[in-house]
């Protein structure tokens, strides 16, 4: 199993785009900087906000580097600030929530390297009057501060005119706690008045407060961005608005990951009634250097798939970061025809465990599909998603004795995540069906896919991801699906004809498959049933029946005819059955065996007809027809 977190480790040789990031914030030497990293929802975004950290670190770490120093004795240069909106989202409000995580960090900092001290308690003094004017503002002070209101302590008028008016001081505070009772007081443990001021003034202020911090202590604050486009629209506003109160200020980068087409959603969501230019214009504006995460091709899935086994394998973890290493150097050479599959792995290594080479090799099968199919399209995080659920059922099959083969059960999966729905279901009807639990219509397909031959399917297997499926080893039309599917059943329940039977019919069932022969003996208790169950016994006779290789008179028949018998529309199924037998299977001995049925005159009148039926066949009837034994056409 593979967690569904976020990884400093480079699974998709993204460290390049990592370097690219960190060498802009580098080149702006403490100018303001705003990158956007952006990428549809899996793709590595999370990722790549630790690898651009980590790359910042690393860059600090081999400027340190020299006579008599070491990173202990020389702070980096960089203070970070990881911020995921969504973990607020219902419980505090985005904005304030990310100024005072950005101003706690910093005052922190300040007193580990025992600078900047004095300016971090201003700009913590500062950002509590924010956060207590958020708290404590009515709808139409909020309004005009630009914050969108809260009603958190009602409608403190009599405080809101007052910042309206430019005079927030200790009256108007004092006010303020009067008007709301106990919940003043929460605020007035909040609010440190210096002197009389003015909302715009105080946020220019608390602007200049944070660039005097970063300068006295002589770092690049970089504010790390995530999960924005999980947050609902006001989420997402209040903290792109946030983001905008800090944005180009002197020694700050902010990197931003999110898709970007969802976030331009929250915006004309929020502000609605604006033009998609309007949109366009407001993302544009905070996001100076856009960088967006490029999908993976099929070299990049298969070394994906093939590190996340290595990750879980058994090596020795230095072994394991050595592959890794070599992995993504390999990748960054792709576009010179190099590659990524198994004989490059075990030229790394020619000792690899089985068991890993194993799925490695299935990796380097499953990489096509998993890059082309529109259920997976190459997304990080569908195709461990994929591998989990994969391990999943493995462990089912291991814990409950099924026994599944995992290549058989990859294929499966495989099919049932990016394949047709109803043709999913066909292939569990055509399994269950089946007397051995065989989906013998994809013998020819897969024989015809692999040949690569031209086949037109229809509906609902006429999807170009059928063909590429159907040539992905190993051929499911001669195994028996039924172990595969039973560990797949939270999807598609595995319901078999026996489960729709009675105690009775099941029995009865069971004697006329292992014993056809004995069927007569039986008639009685089969008149019995009901003819839902009937159809159902009928069902997998057939199902049985359509394995014999040669209709003379083989047991099966028997069980058949029993059934009939006891039923008269099976025998009309029996009927059709025997009609659609290839002709060369035909013998001249059913015909005596079947002549006095009701139902055989179509049967005896339909080989008539066929051309390719033997003659012996054909005199037989004739015969019997003389006899007076059959009605004549």
């Known amino acids: 199993m593979w967690t569904d977190n976020e990884t400093a480790q480079d699974f998709l040789n993204f460290g390049g785009i990592a370097k690219t990031v960190a060498e802009i914030v580098e080149q702006a030497q403490s100018r303001p900087i705003s990158i956007g990293v952006s990428g549809a ?174 300068k006295e202590m002589g770092v690049t604050l970089v504010v790390l961005i995530d999960d924005l486009d999980r947050c609902l629209p006001e989420t997402t506003i209040s903290t792109l608005e946030a983001i905008r109160l800090l944005l180009f200020l002197e020694h700050t980068a902010f990197v931003i990951a999110a898709d970007d087409q969802m976030i331009k959603h929250a915006v004309k969501r929020h502000f609605q009634g604006v033009d998609d230019d309007l949109v366009i214009n407001y993302f544009d504006k905070l996001i100076q250097v856009p960088i967006r995460v490029p999908p993976l091709g099929t070299q990049e899935v298969r070394a994906y798939m093939m590190l996340l086994f290595v990750e879980n394998s058994s090596l020795d973890p230095k072994e394991k970061e050595r592959l890794r290493a070599e992995v993504c150097s390999q990748l960054s050479r792709t576009w010179q025809g190099k590659r990524v599959d198994l004989k490059f792995l075990r030229g790394l290594n020619d000792k690899l465990p089985d068991d890993l080479i194993a799925r490695l090799d299935a990796a380097d099968r499953l990489a096509p599909l998993m890059t082309s199919a529109t259920g997976i399209a190459g997304n990080p995080r569908l195709i461990k998603r994929f591998l989990n659920a994969l391990s999943i059922r493995m462990s089912m099959s291991r814990a409950q004795g099924v026994g599944v083969d995992e290549s058989e059960l990859a294929k499966v999966l495989l099919f049932e995540r990016c394949g047709d729905p109803k043709a999913y279901l066909e292939l569990i009807k055509s399994v269950t069906e089946s007397a051995d639990g065989n989906p013998a219509f994809l013998v020819e397909w897969e024989q015809k896919a692999i040949a690569g031959d031209a086949v037109q399917h229809k509906a609902p297997w006429d999807d170009s991801f059928i063909t590429q499926w159907l040539r992905l080893p190993p051929q499911l039309g001669g195994r028996d699906l039924r172990g595969a599917l039973y560990v797949s059943r939270e999807h598609a329940p595995l319901i078999t004809p026996e489960d729709r039977l009675s105690a009775e019919a099941a029995d009865l069932l069971e004697g006329l498959l292992e014993h056809p022969d004995m069927a007569n003996s039986i008639k009685d208790r089969l008149v019995a049933l009901p003819r839902s169950e009937m159809s159902v016994i009928m069902d997998r006779l057939l199902g049985r029946a359509g394995q014999e290789q040669e209709w003379g008179t083989p047991p099966i028949l028997d069980a058949c005819m029993a059934v009939s018998a006891a039923d008269a529309p099976q025998g009309q199924r029996l009927a059709g059955f025997l009609r659609e037998r290839p002709a060369v299977q035909i013998k001249a001995s059913i015909v005596p065996k079947i002549g006095d049925e009701l139902w055989s005159k179509n049967v005896f009148d339909a080989w008539s007809d066929d051309e390719d039926i033997a003659k012996p066949v054909k005199s037989a009837i004739k015969a019997r027809r003389g006899n007076g034994n059959v009605s004549v056409k």
């Open 41 to 214: 929802w899996g793709v590595g975004k999370s990722s790549m906000i630790k690898l651009i950290r980590t790359e910042l670190s690393a860059r600090h770490a081999e400027k340190c580097v020299g006579p008599g120093t070491s990173d202990a004795e020389k702070p980096s240069r960089f203070i970070f600030v990881e911020f995921n909106a969504w973990l607020y989202q219902g419980y505090d409000d985005a904005r304030a929530a990310l100024i005072e995580v950005v101003a706690s960090t910093l005052a922190k900092e300040a007193e580990e390297r025992k600078t900047g001290i004095d300016q971090a308690k201003d700009l913590l003094e500062r950002v509590n009057w924010f956060r207590a004017i958020k708290l404590s503002a009515s709808s139409a002070v909020s309004l005009a501060l630009g914050l969108p209101p809260t009603g958190l302590l009602g409608e403190l008028w009599g405080f809101g005119k007052s910042v309206v008016a430019g005079q927030v001081d200790q009256e108007a505070v004092d006010a303020a706690k009067s008007a709301a009772g106990k919940a003043g007081e929460s605020a007035a443990g909040l609010v440190k008045p210096k002197k009389t001021t003015s909302p715009p003034k105080e946020i220019e202020a608390l602007r200049k407060s944070f660039e005097d911090v970063l």
